[in-house]
C-alpha cells in the first residue's frame, strides 16, 4: 500500500499549487479522501474531505473557497488545488485513505514565502 503525495514546494503569497496524492495498493474507489497539514510547532490539521466517488466535499473554515479538493478513481488519484495562498498556509500537507483501513503518505512541503 502506498499514498505518494507531490507537487510541492515554494510559491509567493497569492499564489496557487496543485497536489497530487497517487494511491496503490488497494482498492481506491472504496475509500474517502482527505488532506491534512501540519506547520512547523503545531498540530496536524485536517484540511478536505471528499466521499469515495467524489459527489460531495468538506473544508476547514481556514481554507474553503480557496482551496479545492478533487479525485480521478480510474487514475487512483486525489488531488488539492490550492490558490490565493497565505503564508499561514505553509505546512507539510499528507494525504490520507479512510476506509476498511487507515492509511497516510510521506508529506510534501508547502512553503508560501516572498
Known amino acids: 500500500v502506498q499514498l505518494v503525495e507531490s507537487g510541492g514546494g515554494l510559491v509567493q503569497p497569492g499564489g496557487s499549487l496543485r497536489l497530487s496524492c497517487a494511491a496503490s495498493?488497494?482498492?481506491?474507489?472504496?475509500?474517502?479522501m482527505h488532506w491534512y497539514r501540519q506547520a512547523p510547532g503545531k498540530e496536524r490539521e485536517w484540511v478536505a474531505y471528499?466521499?469515495?466517488?467524489?459527489?460531495?466535499?468538506y473544508y476547514a473554515d481556514s481554507v474553503k473557497g480557496r482551496f479545492t479538493i478533487s479525485r480521478v478513481n480510474f487514475k487512483n488519484t486525489v488531488y488539492l488545488q490550492m490558490n490565493s495562498l497565505k503564508p499561514e498556509d505553509t505546512a507539510v500537507y499528507y494525504c490520507?485513505?479512510?476506509?476498511?483501513?487507515?492509511?497516510w503518505g510521506q508529506g510534501t512541503q508547502v512553503t508560501v514565502s516572498s
Open positions: 471528499i466521499t469515495s466517488n467524489g459527489g460531495a466535499t
Open positions: 490520507r485513505a479512510r476506509g476498511p483501513y487507515d492509511y
Open positions: 495498493g488497494f482498492t481506491f474507489s472504496n475509500y474517502t
